[in-house]
């Protein structure tokens, strides 16, 4: 009977331990959090696939080689091209599978999303309640095979070294528990689906040069995890590929951690009327480019990742809602969170926002013009509805900030994890967060390309390595 360590227990060291004992193998199961899942209940659940019963049903023609393209134009050919083709050809069979242990998706799904740059089909699909369906879903499969003596859960343990032999291959995986109780595990094989590191300042800057850390206050992206496997000598790249998401607000501009995902810039949902201006005062790009990819970029160039979202009465009284919150509680941030922004005049404004005043009026002004001649003539701008001339005047602090790490352990086409000579490690493999999200995605952000491969290299290696 094969023995596996599952270092993990969130949305890609559940389904591989289930899957592992779904196939007769003897799993250990060790969490460093309190309760299993990770990230799911705060998780989308998006997952992009070609060639499911979804699309089936609908009568969608879609192929794994269209989805793999899709995915190498979107992100300019710079992820991994051997670790998403491996991502693209199981990802249906994860969807089915899904299905099969009772996660519902909405009747009209696969969709086509406009919240990253659009694949060219409907592949696209996240649960009825999110992630936290497919938490729901797993939970009776784990406690089942626990009851059965085939997964042995310990929570409240977190892996603490990686030990090697000679030839580079794992001899053990020690642990410790809450009460400090070190214990060392050996088994046939070992998989590393231990999270991130974006709640570690420190590592992020050393993993990811020359950019920031903004990011939500989330516990268990603590990157320990991380810390052990470069000491064990694993190779862990990706982070000059990061690109943080567009939306996030800090709810205290003195902590990193505390941004929320809080503003609408999706165009195709909502078409600006706002503009976006740099901590020069001046605009940067056309808030309505149809591509996200082109809109994330042009942020991500700004200085410390950050733009102000800039308006005025008129068009806070008459625009649908750019924040997640209705009038009321727009004030009451504007009233007690700094970066909501309200002035009586320009010259107001400007003060709190910190900006050059020249540039800022200049900024102002010629947009005027620009709305009064219906043609941007910077930026190509298309949205036009009216002019930012009736005060009060409002800013929003923005920050382009990272959910998922963008680093991660280095792996080869089948998930084994690499050590800092490039050589495969041979009873060592790497999924999820862990290996980085960059790795699939490369610079840019593709839908359904995070909790999709997360689920996918989770369920297929505890698949693959019960039969091992």
């Given at each position: ?121 409907r592949r696209y699909q996240w649960p009825v309640e999110k992630g936290k369906s497919i938490l729901a879903a797993l939970r009776p499969l784990l406690a089942a095979h626990i009851k059965a003596g085939r997964i042995d859960l310990h929570l409240n343990t977190a ?93 205290d501009p003195d902590d990193p951690l505390s941004v929320t995902f809080a503003l609408n810039t999706v165009p195709q949902d909502r078409p600006p009327w706002e503009i976006w201006v ?191």
């Amino acid at each position: 009977m094969t023995h596996l360590v599952v270092i993990g227990a969130g949305m890609a060291g559940l389904p591989c331990a289930i899957r592992a004992a779904d196939a007769g193998a003897q799993v250990t199961l060790i969490e460093s959090a309190d309760n299993v899942g990770g990230k799911l209940p705060r998780s989308s659940g998006q997952i992009s696939a070609a060639g499911t019963r979804l699309q089936a049903e609908k009568g969608i023609v879609d192929s794994a080689d269209d989805h793999f393209a899709d995915v190498m134009r979107i992100c300019h050919e710079t992820a991994d091209p051997n670790v998403v083709r491996l991502a693209v050809n199981h990802a249906a069979a994860t969807v089915d599978w899904l299905q099969d242990i009772g996660v519902r998706f909405p009747p009209d799904h696969p969709v086509i999303s406009y919240n990253h740059d659009v694949y060219r089909t409907r592949r696209y699909q996240w649960p009825v309640e999110k992630g936290k369906s497919i938490l729901a879903a797993l939970r009776p499969l784990l406690a089942a095979h626990i009851k059965a003596g085939r997964i042995d859960l310990h929570l409240n343990t977190a892996m603490t070294a990686i030990d090697r032999d000679a030839e580079g291959a794992v001899t053990a995986i020690r642990v410790q528990n809450a009460d400090g109780a070190e214990e060392t595990l050996q088994a046939d094989a070992y998989v590393m689906t231990c999270g991130g590191y974006t709640n570690d300042p420190e590592l992020f800057r050393e993993l990811t040069p020359r950019k920031p850390v903004f990011a939500a206050h989330i516990p268990i992206s603590n990157g320990k995890a991380t810390r052990v496997a470069q000491a064990a000598g694993l190779q862990v790249d990706g982070g000059d590929h990061y690109m943080g998401m567009l939306g996030g607000v800090l709810m205290d501009p003195d902590d990193p951690l505390s941004v929320t995902f809080a503003l609408n810039t999706v165009p195709q949902d909502r078409p600006p009327w706002e503009i976006w201006v740099n901590t020069s005062g001046e605009r940067f790009t056309r808030e309505d480019h149809p591509s996200a990819t082109h809109r994330e970029h042009a942020v991500n160039a700004q200085d410390n990742l950050t733009f102000f979202i800039v308006f005025d009465e008129g068009i806070r009284q008459n625009a649908p809602l750019i924040t997640a919150t209705n009038d009321a509680a727009l004030k009451q941030l504007i009233d007690s969170n700094p970066s909501y922004m309200q002035g009586d005049t320009i010259a107001d404004l400007v003060q709190k926002m910190g900006v050059a005043p020249d540039r800022f009026t200049n900024t102002i002004a010629h947009y005027n013009q620009v709305v009064a001649m219906r043609h941007d003539t910077a930026f190509g701008r298309e949205s036009l509805p009216r002019a930012i001339d009736t005060p009060p005047y409002y800013a929003i602090q923005s920050v382009a900030f990272a959910m998922p790490s963008p680093a991660g352990v280095a792996v080869d086409g089948d998930l084994h994890a690499l050590d800092t000579d490039g050589r495969t490690v041979p009873n060592l493999f790497a999924a999820g967060e862990f290996i980085g999200n960059t790795r699939v995605m490369g610079n840019a952000y593709v839908s359904g390309m995070g909790v999709g491969p997360t689920v996918t290299f989770g369920r297929l290696l505890g698949e693959r390595l019960a039969l091992r």
